[in-house]
């Protein structure tokens, strides 16, 4: 059983379209995150949600936009995508004190 | 602003050799440092958790501590196994508490053990 959940695993697209990453996480944890990790491997927190509420909304342009339908699910929509969002998305969710478990993270390609 | 370094960049370890990891940090009140593994193509895996000075976990061949300034992460007789990067990460005071916090990565060690 998968704990944390992303699809697609890969995401290739063309400059100016739409596209949305999913996320499910089966651990029952309170808290989801978007993070984000550029080319050069750093990891770099975007959201977090808390009970479908968003509690951190780092410096993030306003073309991503995160859903939370329910504690279990957090997903990712871009508008309007441009060749700087290329990077992998990784979604991850927490507990107490245990650290994050990360899902297997989506490549997003943007040409 | 809260700032994790990570040295060295890359590291490459015949297998059996030992050596260390290093973490420094500077963070207007450290809540926890954590360590994380990830492989090529994964999500980073959750090592350790560190709250305070002087503070040691260990786990197979791994063992971590923590200072004031700095973690490092000692590798004791790695296999190829172990080839990795390696990630840490702090948690600042704010959002701390209850199961909701930022974490603050640095870049990185990328370690390869040869056989």
């Known amino acids: 059983d998968t704990a944390v959940s992303q699809t697609p695993k890969y995401l290739v697209t063309q400059m100016g379209n739409d596209k949305s990453i999913k996320c499910e996480q089966n651990l029952g944890h309170d808290t989801m995150y978007w993070y984000k990790q550029d080319s050069k491997k750093f990891l770099k927190i975007m959201f977090s949600y808390n009970n479908k509420e968003l509690i951190i909304n780092e410096t993030v342009p306003n073309r991503f936009s995160p859903k939370s339908p329910d504690k279990a699910h957090l997903n990712l929509h871009i508008n309007s995508l441009e060749l700087g969002d290329s990077a992998v998305y990784f979604c991850?969710?927490?507990?107490?004190?245990?650290?994050?478990?990360f899902g297997s993270g989506t490549r997003l390609t943007v040409v | 602003e809260d700032q994790v370094t990570q040295s060295p960049e890359a590291l490459r370890l015949q297998e059996g050799e030992s050596s260390s990891l290093n973490c420094s940090y500077t963070v207007s009140g450290l809540r926890g440092l954590f360590w994380y593994r990830q492989d090529p193509g994964k999500g980073p895996e959750f090592l350790f958790t560190l709250y305070s000075a002087g503070e040691e976990k260990e786990k197979e061949r791994l063992k971590a501590t923590l200072t004031k300034k700095e973690s490092f992460l000692h590798i004791t007789a790695p296999k190829p196994e172990d080839s990795a990067t390696y990630l840490c990460a702090v948690q600042p005071p704010k959002f701390s508490g209850g199961s909701n916090y930022k974490l603050t990565f640095g870049k990185g060690t990328l370690l390869t053990v040869n056989p």
């Open positions: 991850a969710s927490s507990q107490v004190s245990r650290g994050y478990t």
